[in-house]
Structure formats: structure tokens, C-alpha cells
């Protein structure tokens, strides 16, 4: 079975440019969270998705966004991209909230 | 609020012998308490997890770990290490309050030396 895959794996943008992040969950999984993770530290909480409706956010400015779609795929959003948003991106998923979190190998995105 | 804390930014073993990897947490309830090991240029693979039952949970790639409630400690061990453990390792713990999510620490990096 495929695990968890997301696109693109490294994107390389410019400051104020926006950034579309892809993810695909293993197959019957309905959560989906994202991660950030900085270069030497651990994964920081984003947001997380279930059946389709945001269930958390982590403590992100609104330039950060998502959405889950009905095959429970999902997309982050990133506006008006800042040097510190140079990170690894990272999507996990789970059948339920007392299972483990299965994730992907990240996008490692850069910002110039 | 929901933390873990990893000591130790670096341990380092010889092949062969035991490894322990530190973790301690803080929650309000019960621990929904895992271990993550993360590789180079690669995303987090899961090792173990505890959420009730025996206080010693084994995992994956002869991995262990031992909960223990009095101390709040979590720490990832192994008997016999191998060089190939080499990597970075990242208690987390479950925040299953109004956000249900999961808090990392912010990893320890394990060399197993040959």
C-alpha cells in the first residue's frame, strides 16, 4: 500500500510569492494534519483536517491555509512568503485520533 | 498545556551496547505518549506509541520503550545498538484538548558509533 505522498518534494520561491502544497493520505485515511519543521528543531503544528472540516490550528499567522478535499486529499497554502517560511513541510494522516500519525516525506520549501 | 522535553541533543553509543533516548512529559489527563525517528531528507517514521496498559511498549526495529507515570518519563531504548540507528529521534505526545494534535520535542540526534 502507498503511504502518505506529497508534491511537489522541493519548490523554490521568491519573498511575497504565494505556495501551493499537495498531500495524499494512505488510502482510508480521513485526518490529515501539516507540520512545519525548521532546520534543528522538531515538527510544529499547523493545522489538522477530519472528514473534510478543520478540527486544530497551530499558532500560524492567516498567510497559512488549508483545505481537505472529498477524497481527502489536501492542500496548504502559504501567502506572501517571508525568509522564515523556508522550512520542511511536512503532512501526516491517520484513521483516528488515538492512532498513530503516518508521515510523508515533506517539501522542503525555499524562500530567496 | 501539553510538552514533552528531550534532555539531550546528541547521545552517542558504541555498536553493541544499549542505548536510552530521554523523554519527559507534561499533560493534563491521561499520556497519548510516541516516538518518532527521522532519517535525513526524509519525513518521520513511527516507532512505538503508549496509551494504556503495560508500561513497557515495544516497537518497531527492536525498539522499547518504558512509561513511567511517577517520574513522567517516557525514554526510548534499545539493548544492543546498531550503527544503522544512527539518526534523529523525537518523543511527541497527543494534545487531545481543543486542538487534536501532536507536540514534539525537538528531537535528539543518536550517532551509534562503530
Known amino acids: 500500500d502507498a503511504g502518505v505522498t506529497q508534491s511537489p518534494t522541493h519548490l523554490i520561491k521568491t519573498r511575497g510569492q504565494h505556495v501551493t502544497l499537495r498531500c495524499s493520505p494512505i488510502?482510508?485515511?480521513?485526518?490529515v494534519s501539516w507540520y512545519q519543521q525548521v532546520l534543528g528543531q522538531g515538527p510544529q503544528f499547523i493545522f489538522q483536517?477530519?472528514?473534510?472540516?478543520?478540527?486544530g490550528r497551530g499558532n500560524f499567522p492567516d498567510r497559512f491555509s488549508a483545505r481537505q478535499f472529498p477524497n481527502y486529499s489536501s492542500e496548504l497554502n502559504v501567502n506572501a512568503l517571508l525568509l522564515g517560511d523556508s522550512a520542511l513541510y511536512l503532512c501526516?494522516?491517520?484513521?483516528?485520533?488515538?492512532?498513530?500519525?503516518?508521515f510523508g516525506d515533506g517539501t522542503r520549501l525555499s524562500i530567496l | 498545556a501539553q510538552s514533552v522535553a528531550q534532555p539531550e541533543d546528541q547521545v552517542n553509543v558504541a555498536e553493541g551496547n544499549p542505548l536510552t533516548v530521554k523523554c519527559t512529559y507534561s499533560?493534563?489527563?491521561?499520556?497519548?505518549l510516541f516516538w518518532y525517528v527521522q532519517y535525513p531528507n526524509r519525513g518521520l517514521q513511527f516507532l512505538l506509541k503508549?496509551?494504556?496498559?503495560?508500561?513497557l511498549v515495544k516497537g518497531s526495529y527492536g525498539f522499547e520503550a518504558e512509561f513511567n507515570k511517577s517520574q513522567t518519563s517516557f525514554h526510548l531504548k534499545k539493548p544492543s545498538a546498531l550503527v544503522s540507528d544512527s539518526a534523529l529521534y523525537f518523543c511527541?505526545?497527543?494534545?487531545?484538548?481543543?486542538?487534536?494534535?501532536?507536540?514534539f520535542g525537538k528531537g535528539t540526534r543518536l550517532h551509534i558509533l562503530p
Open positions: 501526516a494522516s491517520s484513521l483516528s485520533s488515538n492512532q498513530p500519525q503516518h
Open positions: 488510502s482510508g485515511h480521513k485526518s
Open positions: 483536517y477530519y472528514e473534510k472540516e478543520e478540527r
Open positions: 499533560v493534563s489527563g491521561n499520556p497519548y
Open positions: 503508549y496509551i494504556t496498559g503495560d508500561n
Open positions: 511527541a505526545v497527543r494534545d487531545l484538548s481543543r486542538d487534536d494534535k501532536i507536540i
